[in-house]
């Protein structure tokens, strides 16, 4: 059975939020960097009131990452953890936003808690910024201190490419000293035509070619019929996944002309701006039919690049 053909009675269990779209660095493969959908769409952002409308009777699990901003620059982002500390949450940011008096206050809320912060640090002093454009190490360092002085978890995640390959060990050891419980490298993806960064492999195998290889689709959002995930973009539209969300944004800011599953939502008010969460997720429900024969038929290209059963294997190693 799919998630939506019974989502009302399942509930949702996991969330995947993007508080902004602002970001303070230009890291050169980031979907937003050089964005014609960011600069037509302008300023979008989340805020708790907005956030209330979700049900969240059954939430055991968010994320707060996202396509096209670094969470910590949300207005409202204390506040939004403080609503979601006890549902495990997690937030990705480039560490170089907010004082370290913010961030000692912050390491006190998630104090005891499951709740935890993963920086994403790409090197040290001398090469972080290389990728992380616009970002200030010793700024980093200050505010990872406070966080995690004050009892915060800390995960560090490190994108490997040429100029920090050879930094892998040091930093491992720097993660240990400054109490981070997780060091995790992750293979870096090439993004856009920029040539300024050079990789330690090919990149992402062109998505075409990663398309034609793939079969059946199992659904992340879904799978084994016990993640029930959907995500919040940035301008409050609910979508099953970020991946939608990534498509999502460029074609309703007009960055790109077509959008393979545009035909699933173009009559649902998806934007909780608009609808309330009952309504989005009650019409979400009616398009089961429509999801599953778009797999079958290989007609939903973005299912099929992402949760192909051929996908590439996970890049990501856990020292
Ligand atoms: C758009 S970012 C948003 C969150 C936050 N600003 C950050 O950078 O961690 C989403 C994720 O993409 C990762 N990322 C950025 N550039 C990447 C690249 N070239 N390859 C793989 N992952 C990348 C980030 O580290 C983060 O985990
Ligand atoms: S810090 Fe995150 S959101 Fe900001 S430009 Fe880099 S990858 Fe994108
Ligand atoms: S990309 Fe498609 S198949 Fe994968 S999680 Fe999102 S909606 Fe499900």
């Not at 912050?106 to 040290?124: C, E, I, Y």
């Not at 992380?132 to 990872?144: E, M, Q, Y």
């Not at 039919?289 to 990501?316: A, F, Q, Y």
Request: charged share 25%.
């Amino acid at each position: 059975m799919f998630f939506y053909d019974n989502v009302n009675e399942l509930g949702v269990k996991k969330l995947h939020i993007e508080p902004t779209n602002r970001c303070n660095s230009r890291c050169p493969h980031c979907p937003r960097t050089n964005s014609i959908s960011i600069k037509n769409s302008g300023i979008k952002e989340l805020t708790l009131d907005l956030i209330k409308k979700i049900n969240i009777s059954r939430l055991t699990h968010v994320f707060m990452c996202g396509n096209y901003g670094d969470p910590i620059l949300c207005d409202e982002i204390y506040d939004i953890c403080d609503y979601f500390k006890d549902y495990d949450l997690n937030i990705d940011t480039n560490g170089s936003i907010r004082s370290s008096d913010w961030w000692g206050k912050l390491g006190k809320l998630f104090a005891n808690t499951n709740s935890r912060v993963t920086f994403a640090l790409d090197g040290l002093k001398d090469t972080n910024s290389i990728y992380r454009i616009g970002t200030d190490w010793d700024k980093i360092i200050d505010n990872v201190k406070s966080y995690i002085s004050a009892g915060g978890n800390a995960g560090w995640q490190f994108l490997i490419f040429d100029h920090n390959k050879d930094q892998v060990e040091e930093a491992r050891e720097l993660s240990k000293s400054l109490g981070f419980k997780t060091f995790k490298l992750k293979r870096a993806i090439r993004r856009t035509n920029d040539t300024s960064i050079k990789f330690v492999n090919s990149g992402w195998a062109s998505l075409e070619n990663v398309y034609k290889k793939k079969k059946e689709v199992i659904c992340r959002a879904s799978k084994n019929n016990k993640t029930y995930k959907f995500y919040i973009s940035c301008d409050g539209d609910v979508l099953p996944c970020c991946h939608w969300g990534g498509a999502y944004f460029p074609y309703k800011y007009k960055e790109i002309e077509n959008c393979d599953f545009a035909k699933v939502v173009s009559d649902i008010d998806i934007s909780l701006h608009t609808n309330s969460w009952e309504n989005i997720v009650n019409a979400y429900q009616t398009k089961s039919k429509i999801m599953k024969e778009g797999w079958s038929n290989n007609d939903l290209p973005t299912c099929v690049t992402h949760c192909g059963t051929t996908k590439r294997d996970n890049n990501i190693v856990w020292l």
